[in-house]
């Protein structure tokens, strides 16, 4: 990779296969959620020596709340969990946590989990973004209404006002588990993102494939439009 090569800084991840993970090994579907934050935890290990200033994960979208209550407590408590056991090591890996989505809407236990976790990390200097009850065309729908009671609305107006608005631009979006969609996931932040779809189901993504991810995009020329 030469000095020319455009390196990515903010990447995105679509986390997809917990459930395909579990049946194929006969699980229950919580083992592979479970696994998949094994695999999160790691990841977010890898992003200080990978050159990534922000790593944005689809972690629970406001379509979730239609799978079985059950499946919903699990993920509900895993988060819980989660939260609890690496507030330490982000806040001693200079890790900043943002939330993307209406976080607000989550149980208030969890919501003041988040809100101790955002308050602790807010120094950090690369951002780990979680998306939780997130729906992207929600996220275009309430920064458009925000930006329509300031005045005329712009892309540059509406960009103010949505979840990301204080993150860097996207350069990157990874989808898990073969399946070729954006599910709702930061629609308008992916209007120039360079795309990546890998066949690994979630709780198998390692940091290595991470790092083939990134080559990829390195190699990759990027116009914007232009020629």
């Not at 631009?169 to 599910?183: A, Y």
């Amino acid at each position: 990779m030469d000095s020319e090569s455009p390196q990515a800084k903010h990447v995105a991840i679509i986390m997809d296969g917990n459930g395909r993970w579990a049946k194929q090994k006969m699980l229950p579907r919580v083992m592979g959620h479970r696994q998949g934050v094994e695999a999160v935890r790691e990841l977010v290990r890898s992003i200080e020596p990978m050159g990534i200033d922000c790593l944005t994960l689809y972690a629970f979208s406001s379509e979730n709340w239609k799978r079985p209550e059950d499946e919903v407590g699990d993920l509900m408590n895993l988060l819980r969990k989660f939260i609890k056991s690496d507030l330490p090591e982000f806040i001693a890996n200079d890790v900043r946590l943002k939330i993307i989505g209406d976080y607000k809407g989550l149980a208030p236990d969890i919501v003041a989990q988040l809100e101790d976790a955002l308050d602790k990390t807010s120094k950090g200097s690369r951002i780990l973004a979680v998306a939780l009850n997130y729906g992207s065309q929600d996220e275009i729908v309430r920064a458009a209404n925000l930006a329509a009671s300031g005045g005329e609305i712009t892309a540059e107006t509406l960009e103010k006002h949505l979840d990301t608005a204080d993150m860097p631009p996207l350069d990157l979006l990874i989808r898990t588990s073969g399946e070729v969609r954006l599910s709702n996931f930061l629609l308008w932040q992916c209007a120039y993102a360079e795309m990546v779809f890998v066949d690994v189901l979630w709780p198998d993504f390692t940091p290595d494939h991470l790092q083939q991810a990134l080559d990829d995009f390195s190699d990759r020329e990027r116009r914007f439009g232009g020629r």
